[in-house]
């Protein structure tokens, strides 16, 4: 017995450190008497373009001359450069987001904070570029100095994942035209035994070592990739070698008037949420009501915690996901409460009570929970924009409110429960 209730108090001191954490994390500045009080107050929640204003891009991508199979292929890699050469600006949060229309695929592009975009413009319109590099005659240096080699990504015909044939492991193939192809034997022939850079946007991305001359005009890339390494890999190589070209049909200046009016009143709309369940759930289950409360702080403070720490970046749909997990939050709760209400009009101690009212109340939550989550995870995959945000919060909201009620709500009533016949 006092095993059992040294376990439940444990549990109880980690989530009462676990919670105290969050908080700090939450406070817009924690206090100075704090060890680590200046991590914990440079943690802050990152604002989308509908909440800070800012500019929106979209570009129009042409793919007309790259083969069906490839265009998704190409248009990811087109991405990824994008968010590179934004983050180089040194944009806060930016977004980029490929989308499907009719019309083809366009890169839709939100610069928070970003007032006049035409430097960002001309960045972003820019073509990519590839170089492979060799080190430098004699150097010996820790820290390896490339030299150009002439070979770029206007020689490379194609790059795409392949697996080993012994290892299984990914890898990534990459071919050259005829001219490229000369260039890369005589390059390889020179450096065997060596490293030659390969250089995306003067950013250096692998250094693999040449085992021997290669004039075939392919060549492979391993390095114990993993598949998303390789796939991230061999689409920027291909977004290097096969420049996509992107034309910008939509600017947009959004100013964050309207944003800030409708947070703050998102966030009123929250507060009214939560003192509505406070009340509606102390008023009709009492002390139980009154634990299942106290839950839902704690449950809240962890959340707005995981949206500063991942980070999650919120949008006005995002918020409105966190106020709907709100209400779920305490869903599972009641289920728990209900079953508990029946299995005591059977005269079970309050022991027995508490335990077969979590056991038989898991099932309807499980499932209740498990196809919400399902739903959120299509919507990230297939919806674009702030659809995703709000996909993102929900799915965090559902996660935690099935550890709040199993975990937090059952260890505060087995604290303050009386075992009574």
């Not at 020689?155 to 044939?165: E, K, R, T």
């Not at 139980?288 to 999650?312: D, E, Q, R």
């Not at 022991?351 to 499932?367: E, H, K, N, T």
Request: with cysteine.
């Amino acid at each position: 017995m006092n095993r059992d209730r040294n376990k439940i108090w444990t549990t109880f001191s980690l989530v009462f450190v676990l919670a105290l954490f969050c908080l700090l994390i939450v406070l817009p500045h924690a206090p100075n008497w704090v060890p680590g009080s200046t991590w914990f107050s440079k943690q802050s929640f990152h604002l989308g373009l509908d909440l800070k204003g800012g500019t929106e891009l979209i570009y129009e991508a042409d793919t007309s001359n790259i083969p069906g199979k490839d265009v998704e292929y190409a248009v990811s890699g087109a991405r990824d450069v994008i968010e590179r050469r934004v983050n180089v600006f040194g944009v806060a949060e930016p977004l980029i987001q490929t989308a499907k229309s009719d019309n083809g695929y366009r890169l839709i592009v939100d610069l928070p904070g970003i007032k006049n975009p035409d430097q960002a413009i001309k960045m972003i319109g820019e073509t990519p570029t590839l170089e492979f590099r060799s080190l430098a005659a004699g150097d010996s240096s820790s820290t390896p100095n490339w030299e150009y080699t002439g070979l770029t990504g206007k020689y490379l015909q194609s790059a795409i994942v392949n697996f080993d044939s012994q290892t299984v492991e990914p890898e990534v193939a990459i071919e050259f035209n005829a001219e490229g192809a000369k260039i890369f034997g005589d390059l390889t022939t020179q450096n065997v035994g060596k490293p030659i850079a390969i250089f995306l946007d003067n950013q250096l991305i692998s250094a693999p070592t040449v085992n021997m001359a290669i004039t075939s005009g392919k060549a492979v890339i391993s390095g114990r990739f993993t598949l998303v390494e390789a796939k991230e890999l061999a689409s920027r190589l291909s977004a290097g070698a096969l420049p996509l070209p992107i034309k910008l049909i939509s600017q947009q200046n959004i100013g964050p008037s309207l944003g800030r009016e409708s947070m703050e009143a998102s966030l009123v709309a929250g507060l009214l949420g939560i003192i509505s369940i406070v009340l509606i759930m102390v008023l009709s289950y009492g002390w139980l009501g009154v634990t299942a409360s106290f839950a839902l702080l704690i449950y809240t403070i962890i959340n707005l915690a995981l949206y500063k720490l991942i980070p999650v970046t919120l949008t006005l749909p995002g918020i409105a996901g966190f106020i709907l997990s709100l209400g779920m939050a305490v869903d599972a709760n009641i289920l728990i409460f209900e079953r508990m209400m029946e299995e005591k009009k059977l005269g079970k101690s309050a022991s027995q009570v508490l335990v077969d009212g979590f056991r038989r109340a898991w099932p309807a939550i499980r499932d209740g929970n498990y196809t919400t989550l399902i739903v959120c995870f299509i919507l990230f995959e297939l919806a674009t924009g702030m659809v995703k945000g709000f996909a993102v919060t929900l799915f965090l909201g559902v996660l935690l409110s099935m550890f709040s009620a199993l975990t937090i709500t059952k260890n505060l009533l087995q604290i303050f429960q009386k075992d009574q016949k």
